[in-house]
C-alpha cells in the first residue's frame, strides 16, 4: 500500500523564533527544524509518495472560519505597525474578554485596526510574521489535498501541515495555529458528499477550535485525548462533561489523560475513543496526529514512546475506516521523524493483517 504524504514548501516562510508563555520569550515550540526531522527520516520510504499541495483558495477556508478572521489574518503583517529593524513577529497585548464588551454588542473590527489582534487570537504565544499567512494557507493546501487523495480513493493519507490548527475556531486563532486544517478539511469531505465524519485528536493539548466549530453538529463526530485542563493548555476546555450541544448533543467526547501517561494505559483509553468512532460509523476519519505526547516534549506530560506510536497507528487503522492524517503538535525535534514514521508503519502492519 503506497501512502501519500502531503507537505507545502511555504511552510518554512512562517519561522516564529520565538513565543511568549506568561511573559517571558523563549525559542518558539513550532521550528521549521520540525519538517527537517520528518523529511530525513521518511524520504525515499518507497511505500510513500510524496506529494505537492494543490491550491485551492480561500472558499474552503470560508466553509470553517468567519471571513473576518480570514480578512485580519492576510493582511495583518503588512498592517501592523512592526519595526523594519525589530524582531519579525508581531504579537497582541491587548486581548478582547468577554468582560470588556458590552452585553449583546457584536464587535466588528477592521484587519489592520490597532485592536485587530488581541481581538481575533486569545494567547500571546501565535504571533504573526512576514511568511505566516502564505504558510497557513499552505497548510490548509496540504490538509485538503490529502483529504482528495483519500475521496478518490486512497486508504490513507498524512498531511505534514506546518502551522498546525486545531485551536482555530472559527473567529479566533491561538496555540501557534492560524487556520483549522483539520476542520477544513472535514467539512470539504462533508460538501462532496461524506454523510458524517468523524474527528480523532491525538494531540496532547485540547483541540478547543475544532471542538468549537462541530460541537452543535450531529455530522461530525469530535473525540479527542489531550492532557488534562486543570493542568494543561488551553486550560478552559476539554473537560469531560463537555459532550456537545442542540444537534450536537453526545457528540464531542473528550478524555483528559493523567500525568506522566505511558502507552499501555494511553492505549486503554484510547480503546474508548476508537469505540465511539466505530460505533458513529463515519464515511471517513480525520486525524489530529500530534506527538507531543512523546516521552520528555516540551509541550506535553505525557511519557509514549516510538514503539508506542507504531502501536497507536495499527488501532487507529484498524477501524478500517478511510483516514486522512494531518500533522499538530510534536516539539521533540530529534524524535518526530522516528515517530511519525513508526505511525506509519503500524498503518501498514494493520492494512497486512487487516
Not at 466588528?108 to 485592536?115: D, E, L, Q, T, V
Not at 460538501?191 to 462541530?214: C, M, R
Not at 464531542?252 to 494505559?265: D, F, M, S, Y
Request: proline residues 6%; contains cysteine.
Amino acid at each position: 500500500m503506497e501512502i501519500p504524504v502531503v507537505i507545502a514548501p511555504q511552510h518554512a516562510q512562517h519561522d516564529p523564533g520565538v513565543e511568549v508563555q506568561c511573559g517571558r520569550q523563549i525559542p518558539a515550540f513550532d521550528r521549521t527544524e520540525r519538517m527537517t526531522s520528518i523529511l530525513k527520516r521518511i524520504e525515499g520510504d518507497p511505500g510513500l509518495e510524496m506529494v505537492d499541495p494543490r491550491q485551492h483558495g480561500t472558499a474552503p477556508i470560508l466553509r470553517v472560519h468567519d471571513p473576518e478572521l480570514v480578512a485580519f489574518l492576510a493582511a495583518a503583517w503588512a498592517s501592523a505597525d512592526h519595526a523594519a529593524d525589530g524582531p519579525q513577529i508581531i504579537f497582541a497585548d491587548t486581548f478582547l474578554h468577554h468582560a470588556l464588551g458590552v452585553p449583546g454588542q457584536t464587535l466588528h473590527m477592521a484587519p489592520g485596526a490597532p485592536g485587530a489582534l488581541g481581538r481575533f487570537c486569545f494567547d500571546t504565544i501565535t504571533g504573526i510574521g512576514p511568511g505566516t499567512w502564505a504558510a497557513a494557507v499552505g497548510s490548509v493546501d496540504t490538509a485538503l489535498t490529502a483529504a482528495e487523495r483519500v475521496r478518490s480513493g486512497a486508504r490513507v493519507a498524512v498531511g505534514l501541515c506546518r502551522p498546525p490548527g486545531h485551536h482555530v475556531a472559527s473567529d479566533l486563532f491561538g496555540g501557534g495555529c492560524y487556520l483549522n486544517n483539520a476542520a477544513v478539511a472535514t467539512q470539504w469531505l462533508r460538501d462532496s458528499g461524506a454523510k458524517t465524519v468523524a474527528v480523532l485528536d491525538l494531540d496532547f493539548h485540547h483541540g478547543n477550535g475544532t471542538q468549537a466549530i462541530f460541537y452543535s453538529r450531529a455530522d461530525v463526530l469530535y473525540a479527542s485525548l489531550h492532557g488534562d485542563p486543570d493542568r494543561c493548555y488551553p486550560y478552559f476546555t476539554g473537560r469531560a462533561g463537555e459532550t456537545g450541544t442542540a444537534d450536537g448533543r453526545g457528540f464531542t467526547l473528550n478524555v483528559p489523560l493523567p500525568p506522566h501517561i505511558e502507552g499501555a494505559a494511553y492505549r486503554t483509553l484510547l480503546e474508548r475513543a476508537l469505540d465511539a468512532v466505530s460505533s458513529y460509523g463515519p464515511d471517513f476519519l480525520v486525524v489530529s496526529l500530534g506527538f507531543d505526547t512523546y516521552q520528555g516534549d516540551p509541550a506535553g506530560d505525557a511519557a509514549l514512546t516510538t514503539a508506542d506510536y507504531r502501536a497507536i497507528g495499527a488501532d487507529v487503522a484498524g477501524l478500517g475506516i478511510p483516514m486522512v492524517a494531518l500533522l499538530e503538535g510534536g516539539y521533540s525535534v530529534d524524535a518526530l521523524g522516528a515517530n511519525l514514521a513508526a505511525w506509519i508503519n503500524g498503518v501498514r502492519d494493520a492494512s497486512e493483517h487487516g
